[in-house]
């Protein structure tokens, strides 16, 4: 009779395995909180959803206007995802560190990582960010 009561070995790995599976998608598809646009932070995070989208014409909207709205190239950014790491500065000048994760071309996987710093000065009120930064280092301003 003991012998029917006893879950299969199988048993309980395949639910720790759904349980990972769960908690990765669930990290995966959390929503990205809106930073207010009118503080450095929420610059920065303008500016790069606007890079991500392709769209440079927005992104330079975002920058202290010394450089061409056609910025070039740049460098890839399929799948790039940023997340904040600190923002140091005062009311005139400030540096928001962001730290960019690309999923890697290595056959076997993982993300290269780096961190990005980004200088922003207060235009009247408004945060600009010097330009040339990530992506389109390079470019002549």
Same mark, same amino acid.
């Given at each position: 009779?003991?012998?029917?009561?006893? /879950?299969?070995?199988? /048993?309980?790995?395949?639910?720790?395995?759904?349980? @990972?599976?769960?908690?990765?998608?669930?990290?995966?598809?959390?929503?990205?909180?809106?930073?207010?646009?009118?503080?450095?932070?929420?610059? @920065?995070?303008?500016?790069?959803?606007?890079?991500?989208?392709?769209?440079?014409?927005?992104?330079?909207?975002?920058? $202290? #206007?010394?450089?061409?709205?056609?910025?070039?190239?740049?460098?890839?950014?399929?799948? @790039?995802?940023?997340?904040?790491?600190?923002?140091? #500065?005062?009311?005139?000048?400030?540096?928001?560190?962001?730290?960019?994760?690309?999923?890697?071309?290595?056959?076997?996987?993982?993300?290269?990582?780096?961190?990005?710093?980004?200088? /922003?000065?207060?235009? $009247?009120?408004?945060?600009?960010?010097?330009?040339?930064?990530?992506?389109?280092?390079?470019?002549?301003?």
């Amino acid at each position: 009779m003991d012998e029917e009561r006893k /879950l299969p070995g199988w /048993l309980l790995p395949v639910v720790g395995g759904l349980a @990972v599976v769960v908690l990765v998608a669930a990290g995966l598809l959390r929503d990205t909180p809106d930073l207010d646009p009118s503080t450095p932070e929420g610059t @920065v995070q303008a500016y790069l959803r606007a890079v991500f989208a392709g769209d440079q014409e927005a992104a330079t909207e975002y920058t $202290d #206007g010394e450089c061409d709205p056609n910025l070039g190239p740049g460098v890839p950014v399929e799948g @790039v995802s940023a997340s904040l790491v600190s923002v140091e #500065g005062d009311d005139s000048q400030t540096t928001v560190v962001v730290k960019l994760s690309q999923p890697s071309e290595d056959p076997f996987g993982g993300l290269s990582e780096w961190e990005e710093w980004f200088t /922003l000065i207060n235009d $009247d009120g408004n945060w600009v960010i010097q330009q040339p930064v990530w992506p389109y280092y390079g470019v002549e301003c």
